[in-house]
Nanobody
């Protein structure tokens, strides 16, 4: 059974940095296209960043380009999202997402709050 667990969220001041991690289990992680999504309160879920199976072929939402970096470690079944220069509008629930063999999996999400 696929399982995705996010960690590393919390409260950070504007301009600060935070790194999120996603631990995967129950599937062949190296075969999955991995993504981070976020959902601010009262808004729809949006793609933040995506990374291909080998760690290349990354894609970022325009709103985070140059500030966020997605990466993965297939040996450890882990994905990360380094976030810097955080803005108030980055506050949201961040969710880990995996696509493998046509199946979609979601983590439970973790809260990131950017506030002074």
């Amino acid at each position: 059974q696929a399982h995705l667990v996010e960690s590393g969220g919390g409260l950070v001041q504007p301009g600060g940095s935070l790194t999120l991690s996603c631990a995967a289990s129950g599937f062949t992680f190296s075969n999955a296209v991995m993504s981070w999504y976020r959902q601010p309160p009262g808004n729809k879920r949006e793609l933040v960043a995506r990374i291909g199976t080998l760690g290349g072929n990354t894609h970022y939402a325009d709103s985070v380009k140059g500030r966020f970096t997605i990466s993965r470690d297939n040996a450890k079944n882990m994905m990360s999202l380094q976030m810097s220069s955080l803005k108030l509008q980055d506050s949201a629930m961040y969710l880990c997402h995996a696509v493998i063999a046509g199946n979609l999996y979601w983590g439970q999400g973790i809260q990131v709050t950017v506030s002074s």
